[in-house]
Nanobody, 125 residues
């Protein structure tokens, strides 16, 4: 059974950086579109970033554009989210997602079939 496991979350101060990782297993994800979403307390889960199967296409939420970078290493079946200049409003549980259907950018939750359990990111002011 396919599985996604996020890691790299933690407690940091505003302005710091973190790199999240999402390790895929149980299936070769090199042909999958991958995305990161986040959910802050009391809020809906929201799109953060997308990357297509070969890294040639990426998309970001306006709130993280210029600060976050999504990348992938298909040889390691891993996707990354480099987060720089973190702000308190970036505090959330961050989820990795994957889907094999189609190649266009996916920014909506229903467009992803596989989900990880999430990793907590807390940014203090």
């Amino acid at each position: 059974q396919a599985q996604l496991v996020e890691s790299g979350g933690g407690l940091v101060q505003a302005g710091d950086s973190l790199r999240l990782s999402c390790a895929a297993s149980g299936r070769t994800f090199s042909s999958a579109a991958m995305g990161w979403f986040r959910q802050a307390p009391g809020k809906e889960r929201e799109f953060v970033a997308f990357i297509n199967w070969n890294g040639g296409s990426t998309s970001y939420a306006d709130s993280v554009k210029g600060r976050f970078t999504i990348s992938r290493d298909n040889a390691k079946n891993t996707v990354y989210l480099q987060m720089n200049s973190l702000k308190p409003e970036d505090t959330a549980v961050y989820y990795c997602a994957a889907d094999f259907r189609g190649s266009r950018p996916k920014t909506l939750q229903y467009e992803y079939y596989y989900w990880g359990q999430g990793t907590q990111v807390t940014v203090s002011s």
